[in-house]
């Protein structure tokens, strides 16, 4: 850390010190896997990364205290090196955190406290990378004035108090006004000296699980007032939050495929494999299309479009890797749009679905039945076509054709078949929620 940084900030100037503490010692297991949810990347950073970035580029804070896990040195280090030097440069050394938040907090506290006690201290959590310049001047202004404030917005749905009378099932005791209530976010902002003196009364009587400050400086007897926050300050607890943020740091829409994935240290992912079947009947022509490649034969294929039966039979097996239909649900051969259409677009759609979903495609393997044409001198080229059409390296894609030995409506010539592989790998997080979607419509 920088000399300034050893500094108390704001040491020599007219204005209020302010620092921040960072709270980023929880698991944070929600968002599914074994990554705490503040070292899971969205848009290309750890969510830690981000909300770190967002307050050090604040002119307002000069210093910040993050707190960590003590087993998490390796993922810190690893959003420290995705920050700029100059952001950097505000952060102190970080400390280790408790079981509970509250004593998280309280290791903050007591780690800028050795440090140079700033006036103001903001404490916010870490998986709330959506904080914003706005919202950190109200949240100064507030503390400067007030001396203990939270940020809150209004309530939309109408909130009951209720009594547990068996799992899941509560009589209602009572529904509190809705304009009265406001859902608390953080940043929060007190003066350094009431709320370092507030832990450690609190420490000293034994009182531990406060969810948050606001809620310490009550039971301590400060009155603590709400400013405005930010609806937009979002905090991420479930898996939906963590994808819905990395679409908004993509600056990507749902509907938007989202880049291929690399092999990440910070995602986990699970493992998929889908199967393809496609078959077509031979007809009049002199020619077949396999794998995106135009093959001189004797005969045509009967199709809608152009009867690719290798495109089709992979372009399915990645959908159901995927688990989202198949061919005739995306390009249903009752649309005319589709007569005659190539079948390299149904198979570019299909892996834009998996990127979509920040997903990677490992493998496509295609086996062709066919006693004619012979693909043999074309396998290098269908190669090649399917590797371009996908975005996979060529070493990515197999193909292979065999006979059926004269059996069937293949042995008779009648037609040509081609079955598919397709092994891709999905953020465990997007797993989850295929899986938990799924459920929720078996029980509706």
């Not at 420290?80 to 079981?99: F, I, N, T």
């Not at 062709?368 to 080229?381: F, K, N, S, T, W």
């Not at 081609?418 to 953020?427: F, N």
Request: aromatic share 4%; glycine share 10%; with cysteine.
């Amino acid at each position: 850390m920088s000399d300034q940084a050893a500094r108390p900030p704001g040491q020599g100037s007219g204005r209020k010190s302010v620092a921040a503490v960072v709270v980023a010692a929880g698991k944070g297991l929600r968002v599914g896997g074994d990554l705490p949810k503040q070292y899971r990347r969205v848009g290309g950073r750890a969510v830690l990364t981000r909300t770190l970035a967002a307050l050090a580029q604040s002119p307002r804070i000069a210093r910040i205290q993050p707190v960590i896990a003590p087993d998490a040195q390796d993922f810190y280090r690893e959003c420290l090196a995705d920050l700029e030097p100059a952001q950097r440069e505000k952060l102190a050394e970080p400390v280790p955190g408790g079981a509970t938040r509250q004593q998280s907090v309280a290791a903050g506290l007591e780690g800028l406290a050795r440090l140079g006690a700033p006036d103001l201290v903001l404490v916010h959590d870490a998986a709330r990378p959506f904080v914003d310049e706005a919202l950190i001047a109200r949240a100064v202004a507030a503390g400067s004035e007030h001396g203990a404030s939270v940020p809150g917005i209004a309530v939309s749905d109408t909130i009951k108090l209720v009594e547990e009378i068996a799992p899941g099932i509560g009589r209602v005791h009572e529904t509190p006004a809705r304009e009265n209530l406001r859902a608390v976010q953080t940043p929060q902002s007190f003066r350094f000296g009431l709320l370092l003196d507030a832990h450690r009364r609190a420490v000293a009587e034994g009182r531990d699980g406060f969810t948050d400050d606001g809620a310490l400086a009550e039971w301590a007897g400060l009155p603590v007032v709400v400013f405005e926050g930010d609806a937009r300050n979002r905090k991420i607890t479930q898996a939906a939050d963590l994808i819905e943020a990395d679409r908004a740091f993509s600056g990507r829409s749902f509907s938007e495929p989202a880049p291929a994935i690399s092999d990440d240290p910070m995602t986990t992912y699970v493992t998929r494999l889908g199967t393809g079947f496609d078959v077509h009947a031979f007809t009049e022509g002199d020619h077949v299309w396999l794998g995106g490649v135009k093959i001189p034969a004797d005969r045509g294929v009967l199709a809608h479009s152009d009867g690719d039966v290798a495109l089709h039979a992979l372009t399915d097996a990645l959908l159901g890797a995927i688990a989202d239909g198949d061919i005739g649900t995306h390009f249903p051969p009752s649309d005319e749009k589709w007569r005659g259409a190539a079948s390299d677009q149904f198979l570019a759609h299909a892996c834009e679905l998996v990127r979509a979903r920040g997903g990677k495609i490992d493998h496509l393997d295609i086996t062709v039945l066919a006693e004619a044409p012979r693909i043999g001198q074309h396998r290098e080229a269908i190669r090649a076509r399917i590797a371009e059409i996908a975005g996979v390296p060529l070493s990515s894609v197999s193909i292979k054709a065999t006979t059926t030995e004269k059996l069937g409506f293949v042995g008779r010539a009648e037609g040509l078949a081609a079955q598919a592989a397709a092994t891709v790998r999905l953020p465990e997080v997007c797993a989850e929620l295929e899986t938990e979607a799924e459920t929720n419509e078996r029980r509706s």
